[in-house]
T-cell receptor
Framework: GAVVSQHPSWVICKSGTSVKIECRSLDFQATTMFWYRQFPKQSLMLMATSNEGSKATYEQGVEKDKFLINHASLTLSTLTVTSAHPEDSSFYIC?????????????FGEGSWLTVV | EDQVTQSPEALRLQEGESSSLNCSYTVSGLRGLFWYRQDPGKGPEFLFTLYSAGEEKEKERLKATLTKKESFLHITAPKPEDSATYLCAVQARNTDKLIFGTGTRLQVFP
């Protein structure tokens, strides 16, 4: 099946610094990519939707200046958490959609654990 | 408002004891209904997408079905390795994003 890769799998950073997470679709070109955040024992919370070459669409309550999303190509999207604080510590997951005749199949990455100390 | 409800929240099964997970939805025009499996600390693993009522898909011990109001994920003769959280999500016609249910946490005991 299609593979979506995230890097890094886990990262620890100091409060006030920025950290970048990459999401790549390895064997397909993604129509759209999504970024989620997941808290322990809760479902996925959509942060933003991005399409290649255009600005991301952020969900209500998500700070676009704090969570910068760049969708540089059809196979790569990045999430940068700027000026990270301990409350940003979380599990971040990306997904990528491949479209065939108007129908989507959406695959998820393995997730990235962020700990801000 | 588009909404997805999964039941039960948690399910404990003996190995070999077949059962079904339910996903009820309301959506303004269904574009696709997705089933995923998620293990602790990992991203969701794609299982199935169903696009129209009456459609069925199978993979090993799993079978997903779809009606105009709900989807079922049938697990036949489950094994302990089927233990995971199963997530259901819908995609409406006017959007690309998925709306998730809260999941069913399945535990299969030997």
């Amino acid at each position: 099946g299609a593979v979506v890769s995230q890097h890094p799998s886990w990262v620890i950073c100091k409060s006030g610094t920025s950290v970048k997470i990459e999401c790549r679709s390895l064997d397909f070109q993604a129509t759209t990519m999504f970024w989620y955040r997941q808290f322990p024992k809760q479902s996925l919370m959509l942060m933003a939707t991005s399409n290649e070459g255009s600005k991301a669409t952020y969900e209500q309550g998500v700070e676009k200046d704090k969570f910068l999303i760049n969708h540089a190509s059809l196979t790569l999207s990045t999430l940068t958490v700027t000026s990270a604080h301990p409350e940003d510590s979380s599990f971040y997951i990306c997904s990528a959609a491949v479209r065939d005749r108007g129908l989507d199949t959406i695959y998820f990455g393995e997730g990235s654990w962020l700990t801000v100390v | 408002e588009d909404q997805v409800t999964q039941s039960p929240e948690a399910l404990r099964l003996q190995e070999g004891e077949s059962s079904s997970l339910n996903c009820s939805y309301t959506v303004s025009g269904l574009r696709g209904l997705f089933w995923y499996r998620q293990d602790p600390g990992k991203g969701p693993e794609f299982l199935f997408t169903l696009y129209s009522a009456g459609e069925e898909k199978e993979k090993e011990r799993l079978k997903a079905t779809l009606t105009k109001k709900e989807s079922f994920l049938h697990i036949t003769a489950p094994k302990p390795e089927d233990s995971a959280t199963y997530l259901c999500a819908v995609q409406a016609r006017n959007t690309d994003k998925l709306i998730f249910g809260t999941g069913t946490r399945l535990q299969v005991f030997p």
